[in-house]
């Protein structure tokens, strides 16, 4: 089946760097990726949509410039947290689709710890 | 805007039990339904799904029929395992297709079921 992975899988860092965190579709192409950020006991919520070679969509209450996204290719999107919170301590998931008709893909999320 | 409402959790049940995970949405137009389950240490995985009214989403023993009268999509298993024992989220998307979209989540229910 389609396996999408995450690096790394769990990250602490201190308050002010900047983390990046990768997701990876291993045996397929996707045009599409999402970023998910999800809150302990809470739903996951949709941060971002990206397509390859294009800037990402963003929805709406989440910053751009905090959340810096990159698909460079078919096969990776890179989820950059900058100048990091406490705040922004959460779990974050990817998911990949290799076209409109077929189902998400998740990567099995990375735990995002700010000091 | 989209919402999906899940009992909350955990559930907990005896083997060969019934199960039911309820689950209600609000959205706009005509939302494709979906229930995902995430095993521990693994992403989120599609267990079934629905795009129209009336239409019933299958997969290893699970069921749910997409319920447009009482925007509602119900998770049943007539006997559950050991085995089932992970977090269910029940999801939609309202942007036509079969899931390469963003999705909205509930909130996840974790399903305990002891031997």
């Known amino acids: 089946g389609a396996v999408v992975s995450q690096h790394p899988s769990w990250v602490i860092c201190k308050s002010g760097t900047s983390v990046k965190i990768e997701c990876r579709s291993l045996d397929f192409q996707a045009t599409t990726m999402f970023w998910y950020r999800q809150f302990p006991k809470q739903s996951l919520m949709l941060m971002a949509t990206s397509n390859e070679g294009s800037k990402a969509t963003y929805e709406q209450g989440v910053e751009k410039d905090k959340f810096l996204i990159n698909h460079a290719s078919l096969t990776l999107s890179t989820l950059t947290v900058t100048s990091a919170h406490p705040e922004d301590s959460s779990f974050y998931i990817c998911?990949?689709?290799?076209?409109?008709?077929?189902?998400?893909?998740f990567g099995p999320g990375t735990r995002l710890t700010v000091l | 805007g989209d919402s999906v409402t899940q009992m909350e959790g955990p559930v907990t049940l005896s083997e060969e039990a019934f199960l039911t995970i309820n689950c209600t949405y609000t959205a706009t137009g005509y939302p494709s339904l979906f229930w995902y389950v995430q095993y521990p240490g693994e992403g989120l995985q599609l267990l079934l799904k629905a795009t129209k009214a009336d239409d019933k989403g299958s997969n290893k023993g699970f069921e749910a029929t997409y319920r447009k009268e009482t925007t509602s999509f119900h998770l049943e298993k007539g006997s559950v395992q050991v085995s089932d024992s992970a977090v269910y989220f029940c999801?939609?998307?309202?942007?036509?297709?079969?899931?390469?979209?963003?999705?909205?989540f509930g909130k996840g229910t974790h399903l305990i079921i002891q031997p």
């Open positions: 998911s990949a689709t290799p076209g409109q008709l077929n189902e998400q893909f």
């Open positions: 999801a939609l998307s309202d942007r036509g297709g079969g899931g390469a979209d963003g999705l909205t």
